[in-house]
Structure formats: structure tokens, C-alpha cells
């Protein structure tokens, strides 16, 4: 029979890959706030799950995680996200989407052959997402105010400048104890510890999202290398 109950993914484990769930039957699943990247077919064909939260460390979907799983009404997507590939959501029935991103993360061909209802984006993000690929896999784009982020340290408490950059970044926060860089594609292109800056120079021009670890928590900050 296949597993059921609820399953928490540790905070040990950086990437889900593909089919690694497939066929179970979590009514519960939880993410840890490490994964930055998630494979196709992870969940597929999960009869019972209605919500799904996707925290602010994942920076790529894979095509076709959720699959034919059924129940799947609700999906946060965190801060954090930059890639969500060809096909993504294919196969589900979601009502509702809630993405913390500030800027729409790439994707084509989201969904196919129906529309979801609502698309709930951050505050002052509404048009940029009314203008992006996303506006036409949605009935309605709703900018959302007063939605707590994921993350369990205050961006506030992070700053990573200048934005945008030639190459070299300065990273400003208490009790840094790692920092991880990652492409578009979200593969890590550095990572290195206890730093108070960084250079991209070297990784070429486009968006990069950058994972600082301190001693209180976790938090992504996108850049651009111009």
C-alpha cells in the first residue's frame, strides 16, 4: 500500500528528485527550508493532499510534479523561486496559486487545457505579472498586501548590494555562516562560508539568487550582474 499520513522532508535534504514520492498518499507534506530544487514527477498521482507550500529556499520545478494529483487545490510557491520549466503544472486541478516572488519566474507552457481561477501575487507586483507569461494560465491576478512570507528571518535583517551589480556583491548580516549562489537554472554556481561579500563577475551577466544562512535563519535575495 502506498505511504500515507504526513511526511516532512528534513532540513538535511537539498534536492527532491524525480518520481521520489510518487504514487504515495501524504495528506501532509512539508518541505524543509534547504531543498532548492524539486524533479519532475516528484508527487505525481497523490489522490488526497489539497495543499502544498514550496518555501522560500526552492529556486527550480521540474515539469509535471504535482500529475495527476487530484485533490490539489492550494500552491504556495516562496520568495525564492526563479525556474519553473516547460509543463510545471500540467495535470492538476488547482484553484489557487500564491507566489511570493516579486518578479514572475520563468516558465512556458505552465499549464495546458484549462485555466486556474486566481494567481495571488505580492504587493506592487501586479502589473509585472500582468505582463508576463503567467497572465494567461489565470482567470484573475490578485495582489496580495499582507502576506507573511515563508522564510523564517526578516529580509530586513539581510542586505545584499548593490543591485544591480558589475560582479562584486557586498552581503550585510548578522552571524553570516554560509552563503550559496544559484543560476536561472537553479544549479549552484558558489558557495562559501562566513563571507561579507562575493564576486559574479566570473558566472556572466543575468538573475541570481542568493541563499544566506545566518545563525537565526534562512533568506534569498535575487541580484542581477549587469
Known amino acids: 500500500s502506498p505511504f500515507t499520513g504526513e511526511l516532512v522532508i528534513p532540513n538535511t535534504v537539498t534536492e527532491i528528485y524525480s518520481y521520489a514520492f510518487s504514487g504515495s498518499q501524504f495528506s501532509t507534506i512539508t518541505i524543509g527550508e534547504n531543498v532548492t530544487k524539486i524533479w519532475q514527477n516528484a508527487f505525481e498521482d497523490n489522490d488526497v493532499i489539497e495543499k502544498v507550500v514550496i518555501p522560500n529556499s526552492v529556486v527550480e520545478m521540474e515539469r509535471w510534479i504535482f500529475r495527476n494529483c487530484t485533490a ?43 485555466t486556474i481561477n486566481s494567481l495571488i501575487v505580492p504587493c506592487e507586483s501586479l502589473s509585472v505579472y500582468h505582463n508576463s507569461e503567467w497572465a494567461q494560465y489565470f482567470s484573475e491576478i490578485i495582489e496580495d498586501c499582507g502576506h507573511e512570507a515563508v522564510s523564517e528571518l526578516d529580509e530586513d535583517l539581510v542586505r545584499v548590494f548593490p543591485n544591480p551589480t558589475s560582479g562584486v556583491v557586498k552581503i550585510e548580516a548578522e552571524g553570516i555562516e554560509r552563503v550559496s549562489v544559484y543560476n536561472v537554472l537553479g544549479e549552484m554556481v558558489l558557495k562559501t562560508e562566513s563571507t561579507g561579500s562575493i564576486d559574479l563577475s566570473e558566472y556572466g551577466y543575468g538573475v541570481y539568487l542568493i541563499k544566506v544562512e545566518t545563525r537565526d535563519g534562512v533568506v534569498m535575495k535575487k541580484v542581477r550582474v549587469e
Not at 105 to 110: A, R, V
Request: glycine share 4%; aromatic share 4%.
Open 72 to 114: 490539489l487545490d492550494t500552491l504556495v510557491i516562496g520568495s525564492g523561486m526563479v525556474n519553473m520549466n516547460d509543463r510545471c503544472l500540467h495535470d492538476t486541478q488547482l484553484s489557487n496559486v500564491t507566489i511570493l516572488a516579486e518578479n514572475p519566474p520563468y516558465t512556458e507552457n505552465l499549464v495546458a487545457d484549462y
